[in-house]
């Protein structure tokens, strides 16, 4: 991929995106399902309409090669993501851009990166594919520092080491997911991690944000896949031993995954890898209520069937993304294996599913994963495209973002019904039209959901982001007002700090402080993430 240009503005590469015809179906769908309609005429910003600021920060000798301040590449490493990252590029507002963007060979380098950076007084924003949503990578470190430093991992990208006999893999931080999976398949084995952003996000991004994949039961978190994690940090260089599983005292491993990067940077992991499946089984339900699908989604949870995938997806979000009419809550069940047949299993997920009222929208039986039908097959090419959306709705005024949360089983009706409720409210009156908010299942557990709600509406041009902050701070509030949490899978960011602190024992956070001033004395590492210096 090196020949390929990322996008600054969106998600991908340059020459990737909506065609036309596409771009028109989906502000069609706002328009006449929603009265959501452009206010903005689209237009993105050229590199000739961005203004820079002067560069602050003049590397060492020793340092020169491996970094930059060439201005393509520190356009590209102003933002993520994220909503509000996507507003401040179509307002042109890149007046936060590192002073230099780094791209290490080594662990000695970013120690040496540590080194210049501290004696200089600038922050160090860790980066991996850039994918954040949540403004995790977004470079606003306030004005202490003299400036700033992304340290891009991409060239720390190799599987070093494949063990055949024990299934696992040595493999270096910057790997993106896609390079990681074509070292891994001459071996016949996957790590089978599949979060959205999978194609522009790393292994090291997925370990430190706590990455949520597409598999929906079981091996849900990268959490779940990790045998042991190699962090550098400006104190020195950790690295935990190898194992399949301890009850040696608190695990350094989970101290470090969710760290965001404000502790060290993650260079390499050993992880945990699977046979490549070969039988595979993918089955839809139609509920008429979206409550009898989530009581569907449950009992499958709670047989012990451990599906590959298994989501809810409501009316609203079926109709947002062109794949239903909004009459019904769509109920996807998958199940794969690389041993045996999966044939039994499905049976047992579909007498669930119609033991609650579903009706079957595709059935299981002959039906190759790669030519799916109805509206399974219309949700997953709306899936697949869904990332895109965003670069074609801010640049015309409208709102479009997501948050996820988890909660108990017995607390979800109340839950659901709060959030949604209240991010309606915020909504209407932040924009003065109703919108459109919605709600699918990302993830399931035996003891809860993991509910991934939607909001779009009718922004105003001049105070887009202001509207956004409003709606996501009632969210936010209501996530956490009703035993939720502030994020199940994207990470907490700087968009969610304020509510993680809330969710957090204080106690908790006084221990992270201190772990902090141990590991980053100089409070150089992504500031603001996680730990408040």
Known sequence: MADRTLKY????????GLSADQTSALLNTFADGFDIRPTADGRRPEISDITLAEVRLTPPASLAKICTSEPFERILHSFGQSQPDSIRTFARDFAHAPDVVAYPESSENIAALYDWAGEAGAAIIPYGGGSSVVGGVTPDVGGNFAGTVTVNLARLNKVLEVDDVSRAARIEGGALGPDLEAQLKPHGLTLRHFPQS????????????RSGGHFATLYTHIDDLVENITTVT????????RLPGTGAGPSPDRFMMGAEGALG?????WVRLQGRPTFK?????RFTDFFDAARAVRAVSQAGLFPANV??????ELQVNGAGDGSFTLMVVSFESADHPVDAWMARAEQCCLDHGGRVDVDWRDNPDANLQGAVGAWRTAFIRMPYNRENLT?????????????????????????????ATALREITGKPGAVSCRFSHAYPDGPAPYFAFHGEGRPDGMLEQWQEIKNAASDALIANGGTITHHHAVGRDHQKWYEQQRPALFGDVLSDAKRRLDPKGILNPGVVIRN
């Open 311 to 316: 989501r809810i997806v409501d009316g609203v």
């Open 234 to 241: 400006p104190a020195g260089s950790l690295q935990s031993r």
């Open 198 to 209: 999978f194609e522009q996000s790393t292994l090291g991004g997925w370990i430190a944000t």
């Open 281 to 285: 089984a993918t089955a839809g339900f």
């Open 265 to 269: 940077i993650i260079t390499e992991a």
């Open 9 to 16: 503005w969106g998600w991908g590469y340059a020459d990737d």
């Open 395 to 423: 640049p015309r005024g409208i709102i479009s973002d997501t948050f996820e949360t988890a909660t108990t089983w017995d607390n979800f009706e109340n839950f659901y019904h709060a959030v949604k409720d209240t991010t």
